[in-house]
C-alpha cells in the first residue's frame, strides 16, 4: 500500500492544538500514560490467549522496552501486547469518536472561561486521550503496530499538523511501538527534562508506574573498572563500558503487602496508575480474608463521580486476578450495580485462570467474595455516616444518585436491598437547609404526625413556591425537598420508615388528623355540594384533561393547585417517563380550587350567566394552564394562553 494521507476528525485537530501549545505544565506524564497504554494493550493480549494460546505466537514473556536515543533526540516505547490492525489505527488514532474527548475539551474550556488552573494529572487519563499527550513532547510521533495473529503491520506518522500518513509495512514481532522525535526543549544538556536521559526516565517510571504488572526495561549505560580473575579491580585501567538491560519498575503488586507497610501515597499512587484515578480517595479498602473462600481485596471509593457515571457506556466491574495473574477487567459479577462507582481489584487463589465469564456467573466462590465485599463496603457507609458526618455528605453529594437507583431498582431485583440501603439515604427539608436521614425525620416528628411528607421539584426554592406546600408551612409540619429525578421513584419502592407511610404533598388527600384539619375538611365538603354543578361543569369545559375538580382542603392563599391521585403515578414521575420519550405513564390529574380566594367567586359569577359563555369557558383554560405552570408543565397550547391572558388583562 502507498502512503496514504488522512485529515483528523475536528475535534482531534482541536486536541492536538491544546497538546503542541503547551496548555500543562508538567510534561513528563506523557510517559505515564503511553506505559499506560502499553499496559493495558498487554492486558488485552492476555486475556484474549486464556481462550486461544496461538494468539501469543509462542511468546508468553510480555514486557514493556524503553529505547532513549541521544543521537537521534528519540525516545521509543515498545510493548508485545495485542497490536492494532490498520482499521483500528485509524479508528483509534486517527479519529475520536467516543465522548470522552468531547467532555475533555468541555472541561479545558470551562477552567480557562473559570479563570482556573488546568490539572493535567486530573485531565489527561481521565478521558482517555492519552496517547495524544505524546505531542506535549513530540516534534512527530511514529507508530508501527502488528495485531497479534495477523501478519500485516501498518505504520501511523503525524507531526500533529492536522493530518496523518497510514501505509503498510514489516514488523518481526506483534504489539505496538511508538517513537517520539521529541522537540528541541526536551533533550541535551540545557534541556529541564532531557527525556533521552536514561536516569531520567528510570525517575519517572518508579514515579508514576512503579506497580504495573508487566516489566519495563532499558538498557543502561554502566562505567566498571576493569578486574583479574580474582575480581580484584586492575589499578591503571581506564573505566570500561557495558551495557545492562534492566527492569525499572518493581512489579510487585501493591495489594500483595501488609497494610501496614503502605502509605496513604502508595494508595493513591496507585489508584492513578492502575485506574486512572487522580485524586486522593475517599475511601479505602485494603484486606485479606480467609475462610471458606481465600482472597484479597483493595477497593476505591474515587473523589469523583466519572461524568458517565450514568450514561450507557460507562462500564463497571472491579478487576480480577488469581494468584496475582490478571484473569479480567471488568467483573461486573463481584458487586451489585449500585455500587458501580467502587473501583479496585480481588486477588483469590480459588478462581481458575481459565473461567469464562459464563461460569464466572454461576461460581459460588465469586458470590461469596461478592457478598462479603458489599457488606464491608456498606459497613463503612454506616459508620461514616453515624461519625463523620461531613465526609458522609460529600459522599453523598457524588454518589446518592447510585443509592437510590438501587433502591428502585430492587422492585426488579428483588432481594433485600432496601432494607440495606434506606438508611444511608439523605433528603434536604423544609426544617434546615441541610441534609437529614430517614431516621432523623421520624425521630423529631411530632406525635400527632402519621405520615412522612414530601414534594417534588427542580430545587428547594421551586418546591417552597409551590401552592401545596401552604397548610404544611402554617402548621409547621416538616416537608422533605425531592429534586431528583430518581428521588420520588426511590421513596415509592421504600414504602414505609418505622411504620410511617410517605405522603406526597401533590398526591391525593393530606389526611392530616388534628382538629383544625377535620373541621377544615368538613367545610370543603359542604362547599363541594352547594357548588357540585360548578365543579362538573369546570371538568366538561376543559374537555376533561383533569380527571376531577374539587375543592381544597390544603390550598390557603394560592387559587388553584393540580395534584395526582393517590394509586397512580405522580405529575413529576410522568415527566420523567416523558423526559425518556416514555410516555407510558400518565398521572390522574385533579385540579383543586380555594374556595376562598377571589377567582373562586368570580367563578361562581360567571357560571351563573352560563357555563357555555366563552368567558367562563376561558377563565377555566386559564386557571388550569397556571396550575401547569405552577408544576413546571408548559400549557399544551401557550400561544392560546398568552393571548387569552393578554385579553383579560385589557379588560
Not at 494521507?5 to 500543562?24: C, G, P, R, V, W
Not at 505544565?25 to 505515564?32: K, S
Not at 513530540?138 to 501511523?156: C, F, M, N, P, S
Not at 400518565?586 to 359563555?613: C, V, W
Request: net charge negative; with cysteine; glycine share 4%.
Amino acid at each position: 500500500m502507498a502512503k496514504e494521507t488522512h485529515e483528523f476528525q475536528a475535534e482531534t485537530k482541536q486536541l492536538l492544538n491544546l497538546m503542541i501549545h503547551s496548555i500543562y505544565t508538567n510534561q513528563e506524564i506523557f510517559l505515564r500514560e503511553l506505559v499506560s497504554n502499553a499496559s493495558d494493550a498487554i492486558d488485552k493480549l492476555h486475556f484474549e490467549s486464556l481462550q486461544n494460546q496461538d494468539i501469543l505466537e509462542g511468546n508468553s514473556d510480555f514486557e514493556i522496552f524503553l529505547v532513549p536515543d541521544k543521537d537521534s533526540h528519540t525516545l521509543t516505547i515498545s510493548d508485545n501486547g495485542i497490536g492494532m490492525t490498520k482499521a483500528e489505527v485509524a479508528e483509534n488514532i486517527g479519529t475520536i469518536a467516543k465522548s470522552g474527548t468531547k467532555a475533555f475539551l468541555e472541561q479545558l474550556q470551562k477552567a480557562k472561561e473559570e479563570g482556573t488552573a488546568v490539572n493535567d494529572k486530573d485531565m489527561i487519563g481521565q478521558f482517555g486521550v492519552g496517547f495524544y499527550s505524546a505531542f506535549m513532547v513530540a516534534d512527530k510521533v511514529t507508530i508501527v503496530t502488528r495485531k497479534a495473529g495477523t501478519q500485516e503491520a501498518v505504520r501511523w506518522e503525524s507531526t500533529g499538523d492536522g493530518t496523518y500518513t497510514l501505509e503498510d509495512c514489516e514488523k518481526e514481532s506483534r504489539g505496538t511501538t511508538i517513537t517520539m522525535h521529541l522537540g528541541e526543549e526536551f533533550y541535551g544538556d540545557k534541556a529541564e527534562n532531557d527525556f533521552t536521559d536514561a536516569w531520567t526516565l528510570e525517575s519517572l517510571i518508579k514515579k508514576y508506574s512503579d506497580y504495573v504488572r508487566y516489566p519495563i526495561k532499558m538498557n543502561i549505560e554502566k562505567e566498571e573498572m576493569p578486574r583479574d580473575d580474582e575480581g580484584k579491580i586492575i589499578e591503571g585501567k581506564d573505566p570500561v563500558k557495558k551495557i545492562e538491560l534492566k527492569t525499572l519498575n518493581s512489579m510487585q503488586p501493591l495489594w500483595t503487602k501488609n497494610k501496614s507497610e503502605i502509605k496513604e501515597e502508595q494508595y493513591n499512587e496507585f489508584l492513578k496508575n492502575q485506574f486512572h484515578e487522580w485524586e486522593a480517595p475517599m475511601e479505602v479498602f485494603h484486606n485479606k480474608a480467609e475462610g471458606s473462600v481465600e482472597y484479597t481485596y483493595l477497593l476505591y471509593i474515587p473523589a469523583k463521580a466519572p461524568f458517565n457515571l450514568y450514561h450507557t457506556d460507562y462500564e463497571p466491574g472491579l478487576q480480577l486476578y488469581s494468584r496475582h495473574v490478571f484473569i479480567m477487567d471488568k467483573c461486573k459479577d463481584l458487586l451489585p450495580d449500585y455500587l458501580r462507582f467502587v473501583k479496585g481489584l480481588v486477588d483469590s487463589p480459588d478462581l481458575s485462570l481459565n473461567i469464562s465469564r459464563e461460569l464466572l456467573q454461576q461460581s459460588r466462590e465469586l458470590k461469596t467474595i461478592g457478598k462479603s465485599l458489599e457488606k464491608t463496603i456498606l459497613k463503612s457507609l454506616e459508620r461514616k455516616l453515624r461519625n463523620d458526618r461531613e465526609a458522609y455528605e460529600k459522599f453523598w453529594a457524588e454518589y446518592g444518585k447510585s443509592i437510590k437507583i438501587g433502591i428502585y431498582n430492587s422492585i426488579y431485583t428483588g432481594g433485600d436491598i432496601i432494607n440495606k440501603l434506606k438508611e444511608l439515604v439523605l433528603f434536604t427539608s423544609s426544617k434546615e437547609n441541610k441534609n437529614v436521614s430517614l431516621k432523623e425525620y421520624v425521630e423529631r416528628m411530632p406525635e400527632s404526625q402519621k405520615k412522612i411528607y414530601y414534594a417534588t421539584g427542580a430545587d428547594r426554592a421551586a418546591i417552597e413556591a409551590l401552592p401545596q406546600m401552604e397548610l404544611l408551612k402554617e402548621k409547621g409540619l416538616e416537608v422533605l425537598y425531592l429534586t431528583d429525578s430518581v428521588d420520588e421513584f426511590a421513596i415509592e419502592a421504600i414504602r414505609t420508615y418505622a411504620d410511617k407511610e410517605f405522603q406526597s404533598i401533590s398526591r391525593g388527600d393530606l389526611d392530616l388528623e388534628d382538629a383544625e384539619s377535620q373541621e377544615v375538611k368538613k367545610e370543603a365538603e359542604e362547599i363541594a355540594k352547594e357548588n357540585g354543578d360548578l365543579m362538573t361543569d369546570i371538568k366538561e369545559a376543559l374537555d376533561n384533561k383533569v380527571a376531577e375538580v374539587k375543592i381544597s382542603t390544603r390550598l390557603k392563599n394560592s387559587a388553584v393547585c393540580l395534584v395526582a391521585d393517590a394509586n397512580g403515578p405522580s405529575l413529576s414521575m410522568e415527566q420523567t417517563f416523558a423526559a425518556m420519550d416514555n410516555p407510558m405513564f400518565k398521572a390522574k390529574r385533579i385540579m383543586e380550587l380555594n374556595p376562598k380566594h377571589a377567582l373562586f367567586n368570580r367563578l361562581q359569577e360567571l357560571h351563573t350567566k352560563g357555563k357555555d359563555t366563552p368567558e367562563f369557558k376561558d377563565y377555566c383554560e386559564l386557571l388550569y394552564s397556571q396550575a401547569l405552570l405552577i408544576e413546571g408543565i408548559m400549557p399544551e397550547n401557550p400561544a392560546d394562553f398568552a393571548n387569552k391572558l393578554a385579553a383579560l388583562m385589557a379588560k
